[in-house]
T-cell receptor, first 115, second 114 residues
């Protein structure tokens, strides 16, 4: 079974500072990995995903994440935080072993951006 | 990118009442998921539905829950007798295919049971 652990339920950064949101996964098969963002009172929006190929994936709004198999990690980064980045971020994993596979979410990390 | 509309956006119901949450994909889809998010907690899988059958369900999805595709386009989640602990955001998600890696989420329905 797959699982996701997000370290830090709340992260605060200053505007313009580096954003680093941590995610570690557990999966018995090569995983598909995702980062979703949820703005207040809104649904889940896909930021980026890793399936196969290049381990550094770029997403929307300047975010990127690197799949590191040896560390079972998929940390989300952005070089310079913007006020509009304040939201909750969810790491998720989906097994690609075939059949209908659900997405398993982490507990989420709330990002606060301080002006 | 497929779009997903969920209705209502917010529903308040009395404990013990039945509620029906609706999900309407803009394009025709055969498969969808329902997730829920209790306030302050993580997004939890409820059920996946393919071609008019439940393909997988979690332990949360007990007998009080049911899913249907009543008219070939809408997908519904019914909670027969709501409990206070059913208060949550409920999200419908549409994958591009049963094995596709990406799912598109609706805006959610906020259910408040009083």
């Amino acid at each position: 079974a797959q699982s996701v652990t997000q370290l830090g339920s709340h992260v605060s950064v200053s505007e313009g500072a580096l954003v680093l949101l941590r995610c570690n996964y557990s999966s018995s098969v090569p995983p598909y990995l995702f980062w979703y963002v949820q703005y207040p009172n809104q649904g889940l929006q896909l930021l980026l995903k890793y399936t196969t190929g290049a381990t550094l994936v770029k997403g929307i709004n300047g975010f990127e994440a690197e799949f590191k198999k040896s560390e079972t990690s998929f940390h989300l980064t952005k070089p310079s935080a913007h006020m509009s980045d304040a939201a909750e971020y969810f790491c998720a994993v989906r097994s690609n072993s075939g059949g209908y596979q659900k997405v398993t979410f982490g507990t989420g990390t709330k990002l606060q951006v301080i002006p | 990118e497929p779009e997903v509309t969920q209705t209502p956006s917010h529903q308040v119901t009395q404990m013990g009442q039945e509620v029906i949450l609706r999900c309407v994909p803009i394009s025709n889809h055969l498969y969808f998921y329902w997730y829920r998010q209790i306030l302050g907690q993580k997004v939890e899988f409820l059920v996946s539905f393919y071609n008019n059958e439940i393909s997988e369900k979690s332990e949360i999805f007990d007998d009080q829950f049911s899913v249907e595709r009543p008219d070939g386009s809408n997908f519904t989640l019914k909670i027969r007798s709501t409990k206070l602990e059913d208060s949550a955001m409920y999200f419908c998600a549409i994958p591009l295919s049963p094995v596709d890696s990406e799912a598109f989420f609706g805006q959610g329905t906020r259910l408040t049971v009083v």
